[in-house]
């Protein structure tokens, strides 16, 4: 079934996806920012038993990036699951493409 607009009655509307955006984009700047931040001290020490063969500094550095990498997915994931409720429930889902109205 094809939307229409209801200010201009045309049928070329767009799901806009403005939360799951947003969500997405909010959820990886955030999970990184834990992640490497949580992983610093327990990453770190993990990461230097690992790099004692390349170096201790190297290691430290290896298990901050891969905690942030991994609270970077796990943020993301979760804002574009909350994204998608406040699309659904929230904001106006859709806009017209002629008239560029929201609805």
Known sequence: ??????????????????????????GTVAGAISGSATSGTTGALVGARI?????????????????????????CLAGLRLGKVLDQ??????RCIDCRSHF
């Open 89 to 94: 429930h929230l904001l106006c889902r859709y």
């Open 51 to 75: 790099g004692l063969q390349v170096g201790a500094p190297a290691g430290m550095g290896a298990g901050a990036v891969l905690g942030a990498i991994a609270g970077a997915l796990a943020g």
């Open 1 to 26: 079934m094809t939307k229409l607009c209801p200010r201009c009655g045309s049928r070329r509307v767009i799901y806009t996806y403005y939360g799951q955006r947003i969500g997405g984009t909010v």
